[in-house]
């Protein structure tokens, strides 16, 4: 049994469908990425997941359990945290709090080894633990992002293009930790406009289109694709 699961999922903002019957499934363990071009249904269905979004059709399923009726706040409990598109991190507070905040549904819990494997991910944080996020460059941003999602100790990992704006020693960077937290035992469930970096750490891929998938392969075979390498590795 696949570990997340998307069953025929529809999805409308108002009267715009944005999903047009996606079926997804990411193992335990996978590096599963969705590529498709702006206004795909990427960033959609990743909300679908996170429960910020409802289908209006078709169903999510989550280790057995359907996530229709979970509030967003379970659904993080549940073991699925999610790293929006955009760094959403909170400006006005300090590196540790953003991070505290990452694990308010562990209230309790012992976060030693937690801070300590997003220190060990990304040192650069440990050096800015009392600055206040807003001051910190795009790259810490992004890297406080998956370091705050990473704090509720996920079993799935959402990841909203974590590459965007970064330079490029930077990009590299942001995806050799997407495969040590993989390697960790996190799977993830990764959105990119980078899809040769992406299809470089992934197993599998989808390839979304006007909310459908159009593809789905291992990453090896997306790489090879025709249709692939001319839309998204920039090949004419
Ligand atoms: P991008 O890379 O540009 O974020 P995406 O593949 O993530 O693209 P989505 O953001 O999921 O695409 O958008 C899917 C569709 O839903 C698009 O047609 C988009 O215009 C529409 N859409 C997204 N957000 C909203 C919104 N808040 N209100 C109305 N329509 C929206």
Redesign the pocket.
Known sequence: MALLELKDVDAF??N?Q?LRGISITVDRGEIVTLL?S????????LRTIAGVMRPRAGTVTFDGNDLAAVAPNHIVRLGIAHSP?GRRIFARMTVRENLELGAYVRKGADLTTDYERVFTLFPRLRERIAQVAGTLSGGEQQMLAIGRALMAHPSVLLLDEPSMGLAPVLVELVFQTIKDINQQGTTVLL?E?NALMALSIAHRGYV?QT?RVVLADSAEALARNEMVRKAYLGES
């Not at 702006?38 to 269905?45: L, M």
Request: a neutral charge; aromatic letters at 6%; zero cysteines.
């Open positions: 903002y108002g715009i944005a498709g702006n206004g795909a249904g990427k960033t959609t269905t598109e959105v406009q979304l909310g």
